[in-house]
């Protein structure tokens, strides 16, 4: 009984993110976490010796997504992009907001890590987690669900420059674990996957001839 109710919350909030956030946002998402892990290795490691490239391209490549989502707002009338201040001031999250869904952005090491605690990921968990009951209850006080769009460094590609998996996971009022299985996007857009991630192809292998020495003439 416990794994049925497991896979109906997941049906719900995949449907309520789907019901909120068109395909094609969705695909823009991915692209553009494709395209910024691309440039961030090609600019840190043209710019910096290789063990400073390494430590700056994660913060040059957050950036990236994050100014680029603005750019993303502008093509989607229901998008919002918001700056959001840290509660300490020392820097900014940009938050994303379509129809009733609220989107942040963060880089993991896999994909069941969830992302290290901040107060702003834990209040938008706070107030726009969603279960069952909520979901079918048209006179809930919920007025959004909150995912975050998270994504990791693959260590077998070259110079840091793709991303291992991309996901829309959604985490429990806490910010400690995800409720669900979330959305895999290389899963949804293998189109897009790969469009940057090249197949590996079948190639027909002949088999060599055996060189033997000629018999010396007696």
């Known amino acids: 009984m416990e794994d049925q109710s ?26 553009s976490v494709f395209e910024n892990y691309k440039e ?16 700056l391209s ?4 957050r950036a990236k997504i994050e100014d680029e989502w603005s750019g993303i707002a502008a093509l989607f009338p229901d998008v919002q992009v918001t700056i ?6 020392t820097g900014s ?22 992302p290290r605690y901040a107060v ?13 009951f909520e979901y079918n209850d048209v006179d809930s006080e919920r007025t959004f669900l909150y995912g975050i769009l998270t994504h990791g460094v693959d260590s077998k590609s070259a110079r840091r420059s793709r991303p291992a998996f991309a996901r829309v996971q959604f985490p429990n009022q806490d910010c400690t674990e995800y409720v669900d299985d979330g959305i895999d ?16 192809t079948m190639t027909e292998v002949r088999p060599q001839r055996r060189k033997t020495k000629r018999a010396e003439r007696a």
Do not use: M, W
């Open 185 to 200: 996007l290389f899963k949804r857009f293998p189109e897009i996957v790969s469009e940057y991630i090249a197949q590996p």
């Open 58 to 61: 994660g913060s040059y490549r």
């Open 84 to 89: 959001c201040p840290y509660e300490n001031l």
């Open 120 to 132: 702003f990921r834990k209040t938008l968990a706070e107030n726009g987690q969603l279960d069952l």
């Open 6 to 31: 497991s896979d109906e919350n997941t049906r719900s909030n995949r449907e309520f993110f789907d019901d909120a956030v068109p395909l094609r946002l969705q695909r823009a998402l991915l692209k």
């Open 93 to 114: 999250y940009n938050e994303l907001t379509c129809g009733q869904v609220k989107i942040t952005q963060s880089c993991i090491t896999s994909p069941d890590v969830v």
């Open 40 to 55: 961030a290795s090609r600019h840190c490691y043209r710019t910096f010796q290789p063990a400073q490239a390494k430590d």
